[in-house]
């Protein structure tokens, strides 16, 4: 017993291995320690790459916006030219200064298989001289194809013009009737309708949920929104509709396609239906190369769908794509080739559809820019919509027109007082006039193009 306490009071004792196992429970610790703090500076490394990353997708986005913008520059540029140069026009077509800005632009510049030598290595010294860093897509679309919804507008100042101008116009009853027909507000509520009986038929949910439903109301709700106070003599009781959500109309333009969300009666899928083809932005002309479906039956209501189909096989075929470079050429294939109608029928369309407000062309002024910067895993993207105004134009006062109208008649009657020198009179008249109708002719001038609309992602 004596010995084994004496063992016992040994083995309590002993303090061999003692500083192995400190040494040991240090190196776990410090191991643990370190393992966290490199854990630690590595996720705060990647951290501070992802921001350097950010940042430089953020600037080449910034540099593709601006490069776009440099392009439309060079496009306004290359108008205002043309329209000032007659001669110019006969080798320079609208489809040939859209090549200015509607090609893609990709960076790093991919190398073809086909390129020579001399190709590549400008590519390469381009690669080489240019500050750009990551990768840049950038696009520009044409949007100079919808209408402008803010055309259903009434300002107290336009109906203040529109009255001095109607004491002077002794029929205006056919006036109103091709605003009716003709005007942004027929025309708006014509293709809503179209879409929601399209949608029905393809959508039994969408049919049961607006069954009945008035596009007329709908368009009055957008109309008394951007209109004046006190403008509309008779709104269609769209006033009390805003009255039942307890909301007040802006009165004023629409600024953005998200304000629509904000009306009564228009819900997502409504304003879904809308977007694709009505814009809250203004251009100088419908693009005749970029009109849908929709928009070529606005504009020709007589149309059959087998028409339209041919209009497009037409305008778009991928072997031999046709380019509307001015409107008598869109005549001649709704007149001559495609027999759609008459060229009298389609000249008095038009210029009622140009009396209110909607004229159509081929040259665009409203575009979406898409610039989008990619570094490492980080990407930016600037969507960014610019308008081209166009310079006002100088309108002919009525009294002026009138002095000259009268001034004329004195003339000819003048000249018919000499019997000898009537027709020579005349002929020197006549190119008198060409000549001050030519000179007076005012040309479409292009203004500098401007950011009206940015969304940053």
Avoid: C
């Avoid at 029905?200 to 949920?209: A, G, M, P, R, Y």
């Avoid at 087998?306 to 072997?319: A, G, Q, T």
């Amino acid at each position: 017993m004596k010995k084994f306490l004496k063992d016992l009071h040994h083995i309590q004792s002993n303090q061999d291995g003692i500083a192995l196992m400190m040494v040991i429970t240090a190196i776990v610790l410090l191991t643990t320690i370190m393992i966290t703090f490199s854990f630690d500076s590595n996720v705060n490394k990647l951290k501070a790459y992802n921001i350097e990353d950010k940042g430089q997708a953020k600037l080449t986005a910034e540099s593709g916006l601006q490069m776009a913008m440099a392009r439309l520059r060079l496009y306004k540029e290359a108008f205002n030219y043309l329209e000032q140069n007659d001669a110019a026009k006969d080798f320079a077509t609208p489809e040939v200064i859209n090549s200015i800005w509607n090609f893609p632009f990709i960076y790093p510049i991919p190398v073809g298989k086909k390129m020579n030598q001399i190709q590549r290595d400008a590519i390469k010294k381009f690669s080489e001289d240019t500050f750009l860093q990551g990768s840049l897509k950038l696009t520009i679309n044409n949007i100079s194809n919808k209408i402008n919804l803010n055309l259903l507008r009434v300002s107290l100042l336009a109906q203040a013009e529109a009255s001095q101008e109607d004491d002077n116009d002794d029929d205006n009853s056919s006036n109103e009737e091709d605003e009716s027909e003709f005007g942004a507000e027929g025309q708006i509520i014509k293709s809503l309708k179209f879409s929601i009986e399209q949608e029905s038929l393809k959508d039994e949910i969408f049919q049961s949920k607006y069954f009945g439903l008035d596009p007329t109301m709908l368009v009055n709700v957008m109309k008394v929104n951007v209109s004046d106070t006190d403008s509309l003599q008779d709104d269609g009781g769209a006033s009390s509709e805003f009255d039942q959500i307890a909301s007040t109309p802006k009165q004023a333009p629409f600024a953005s396609m998200s304000e629509m969300y904000t009306l009564p009666g228009w819900d997502d899928d409504l304003v879904k239906l809308v977007k694709g083809e009505f814009t809250v932005h203004g251009a100088i002309m419908i693009d005749l190369n970029k009109i849908t479906d929709k928009m070529l039956r606005l504009l020709i209501p007589t149309i059959t769908e087998e028409e339209v189909k041919e209009f497009f096989e037409y305008r778009d075929n991928p072997e031999d794509p046709k380019y509307f470079n001015t409107k008598d050429d869109f005549k001649r294939y709704i007149v001559e080739i495609g027999n759609v109608v008459t060229s009298k029928d389609f000249d008095e369309t038009m210029a009622k559809f140009e009396i209110q407000g909607l004229k159509f062309g081929p040259s665009p002024s409203l575009f979406k820019i898409i610039a989008v910067g990619v570094k490492g895993r980080s990407t930016y993207t600037i969507t960014a919509f610019v308008s081209i105004p166009a310079k006002p134009l100088i309108k002919k006062k009525k009294t002026e027109e009138n002095t000259a109208d009268n001034e004329e008649e004195n003339t000819v009657d003048d000249n018919n007082n000499d019997t000898n020198t009537t027709d020579n009179d005349s002929n020197d008249q006549n190119n008198t006039d060409d000549e001050t109708k030519k000179e007076e002719e005012q040309k479409t001038q292009l203004l500098e193009p401007r950011i009206i609309e940015i969304f940053i992602s």
